[in-house]
């Protein structure tokens, strides 16, 4: 039996829930204050057979201090997805998008190594259950639109200014 941790934060983009497994890794988060909409999104072989209410203690930490300034909090923390290989290369390869540097959808296609791939790298951004995390917010339409999100263009917009204007403050 596999228990995992679930919390949900307050946040100046709405209420932010994680669930995170006994190892401390991040299985799903987003900005929603239902657990119930995150537990869908992990993989059958990563999904906790119960899920308490609890302290999240580094991760919690690491979501606070993003959202109060300190981009690279979230940078040191651990994730776990499961999917196939491309999938799992785009989730990594995503996390190396710097805060304030979004790319495109070809951009992000071209950082995985196939630049031909565009629809499966958005693939990878719609499918990416760790949000904030795994920073898909930070890819954008060609044009420079916002493009989807799962969390809500209002919240994706917040991220992108919060990352941006942290950076002209800099």
Known sequence: MSTAVRATR???????????????YVLASGWTASVDELLGLIHPSLAPTDVVEGELGPVGEA???????????????GVRQRSGPYREHA????RTV???APVTYTGYAVKT??????????GACAHNAAALFVPCHRV?????????FRWGLPV???LL???SADLRLG
Not at 113 to 122: D, E, L, S
Not at 140 to 148: E, K, V
């Open 156 to 158: 994706k917009r917040w």
């Open 140 to 148: 954008l339409r060609t044009d420079g639109t916002l493009g989807g």
């Open 113 to 122: 190594g196939r630049p031909a791939a565009v629809r499966a790298a958005a």
């Open 91 to 94: 989730w990594d390869v995503l």
């Open 10 to 24: 307050d946040t100046p983009a709405g209420p932010f829930t994680a669930v995170v497994d006994a190892d401390g």
């Open 63 to 77: 979501i606070d201090r993003y959202h109060d300034g300190d981009l690279s909090a979230i940078d040191g923390v």
């Open 161 to 163: 200014d919060h990352e």
């Open 98 to 100: 710097p805060a304030g």
